[in-house]
């Protein structure tokens, strides 16, 4: 029987329940009411309202022109449709590099005016005050360890991460280190599998894995990639389970076919 299936809410509390018995963690992206409100209702475990709004929303070519006030806004639609997973946010770019003080005021502004249940930060070491500060003042934390798309600038590329030993070594560090500070889980991006695995079975928290193969304790996807509303974007650790875009782009050519040759609306279709 499924750990979830007992309770009405998701906590982060049930996530590590769920790696100790082998139950695998579903986690997808949402960052509006109504999307949440179907992912919700399907049974997810996890709905990240990720900083890639700034991508699949706004149309920015990264993630880092998105804002707090903007996090704030999708994190808050999305916990309105959200009745029993729990909503992870991220902290965008600059509201926690690099000072602990500005990190805890950002993480308390998304739990007081979203209601959100916990915030996502990326980075191993260089956070550990970050982490700790936030954790302190009660506020639950998921780390993010491999592909940081916030540091995009400093990797000059999204290929993988941590193949080299220099760099694979640094990352089965930071996961101790999260793991010590007091994250609940780490998502793991875009690393190699035979790695995410050594690293999910070193830690007691649960592993959250996107591009880092099926050992993790669980998996995330954007929701629009694994919908196929993006069209042309298939990465290789991209499952897609429809292609919404061919749909909805039908729908939209039937609807103005419909108005230009006056069949809608008619007479059922007005008063």
Do not use: W
Request: net charge negative.
């Amino acid at each position: 029987m499924s750990v979830h299936s007992q309770i009405k809410r998701i906590t982060t509390n049930t996530l590590h329940e769920m790696k100790s018995r082998g139950e695998k963690i579903s986690m997808l992206t949402a960052y509006d009411y109504s999307m949440a409100k179907v992912v919700d209702e399907a049974g997810i475990d996890v709905i990240l309202v990720g900083d890639s709004a700034s991508n699949v929303m706004a149309g920015h070519e990264t993630t880092l022109p998105i804002t707090l006030d903007q996090m704030i806004y999708h994190a808050a639609s999305v916990v309105r449709a959200a009745s029993r997973c729990l909503v992870v946010v991220d902290l965008p770019f600059g509201t926690y590099q690099g000072n602990s003080k500005e990190a805890l005021h950002s993480a308390i502004r998304i739990m007081k005016e979203s209601g959100a249940h916990a915030v996502k930060l990326e980075g191993g070491e260089e956070i550990k005050e970050s982490v700790e500060r936030i954790i302190t003042a009660g506020i639950p934390v998921m780390g993010h360890l491999g592909l940081t798309p916030q540091s995009i600038h400093k990797f000059g590329t999204y290929t993988v991460r941590a193949k080299e030993e220099a760099e694979a070594y640094k990352l089965m560090k930071d996961i101790q280190v999260l793991q010590e500070s007091g994250c609940f889980a780490v998502v793991l991006e875009k690393i190699p599998a035979s790695l995410a695995a050594q690293a999910t079975e070193s830690v007691k928290i649960p592993t959250i894995g996107i591009g880092a193969g099926n050992a993790c304790d669980g998996q995330v996807l954007v929701i629009h990639d694994m919908l196929g509303l993006n069209k042309g974007f298939k990465p290789r650790f991209l499952r897609q389970y429809a292609n919404l875009y061919e749909v909805m782009n039908g729908a939209v050519k039937a609807y103005i076919s419909d108005v230009k040759s006056n069949d809608f609306p008619n007479e059922k279709e007005q008063y």
